[in-house]
T-cell receptor
Framework: GQNIDQPTEMTATEGAIVQINCTYQ??????LFWYQQHAGEAPTFLSYNVLDGLEEKGRFSSFLSRSKGYSYLLLKELQMKDSASYLCALLDSNYQLIWGAGTKLIIKP | DVKVTQSSRYLVKRTGEKVFLECVQDMDHENMFWYRQDPGLGLRLIYFSYDVKMKEKGDIPEGYSVSREKKERFSLILESASTNQTSMYLCASSPGTVDGASGNTIYFGEGSWLTVV
């Protein structure tokens, strides 16, 4: 079967760095997405990884290890506007998205 | 920018009522999806469509049906609403097979909050 796990909630301080982990189990893999969702709003695309390693986009980076079934989203120089839920999604062998429950990130001043 | 518009943000319906949730996308996308989002659970796929008049069941189709008469419009229908269908419903679209390597990602509407009483 397929399974995705991510922490339910995390708290961090403005200006700091936070790492949100996502672990998965799957028989087929075509990539992993991260989406950001502010309360009451649509999820929006942040990153996609299909090869091992780190992809950097400004303050946000995403890492993938396929052998370990593990990804993380790294947010640097945290701003209050980064308070949101972060959704990890696996693209399976049928190109269907399997979603994690999301991690609610709370930023404190 | 891609825009996915859901016609109703907040609805309150009675048990047994028929409910229509409408979704329109403006980027000529082939694929459209309906998800529901509940606390502590990931997005769960209800139905999706790869073409006009075509539909496929997702993971939780029971109690729902869909209609895609035009490419830009995908409707979710609750034939007889029940309290366990109280949820946030998200419509989404994608230009083709979701494949981040080619840049094809999924675009969401802002959601429809449905309460069934």
């Amino acid at each position: 079967g397929q399974n995705i796990d991510q922490p339910t909630e995390m708290t961090a301080t403005e200006g700091a760095i936070v790492q949100i982990n996502c672990t998965y189990q799957t028989s087929g893999f075509n990539g992993l997405f991260w989406y950001q969702q502010h309360a009451g709003e649509a999820p929006t695309f942040l990153s996609y990884n299909v090869l091992d390693g780190l992809e950097e986009k400004g303050r946000f980076s995403s890492f993938l290890s396929r052998s370990k079934g593990y990804s993380y989203l790294l947010l640097k120089e945290l701003q209050m506007k980064d308070s949101a839920s972060y959704l990890c999604a696996l693209l399976d062998s049928n190109y269907q998205l399997i979603w994690g429950a999301g991690t609610k990130l709370i930023i404190k001043p | 920018d891609v825009k996915v518009t859901q016609s109703s943000r907040y609805l309150v319906k009675r048990t047994g009522e028929k409910v229509f949730l409408e979704c329109v996308q403006d980027m000529d996308h082939e694929n459209m999806f309906w998800y529901r989002q509940d606390p502590g659970l990931g997005l769960r796929l209800i139905y999706f469509s790869y073409d006009v008049k075509m539909k496929e069941k997702g993971d939780i189709p029971e109690g729902y049906s869909v209609s895609r008469e035009k490419k830009e419009r995908f409707s979710l229908i609750l034939e007889s609403a029940s309290t366990n269908q109280t949820s946030m419903y998200l419509c989404a679209s994608s230009p083709g097979t979701v494949d981040g390597a080619s840049g094809n990602t999924i675009y969401f509407g802002e959601g429809s909050w449905l309460t069934v009483v």
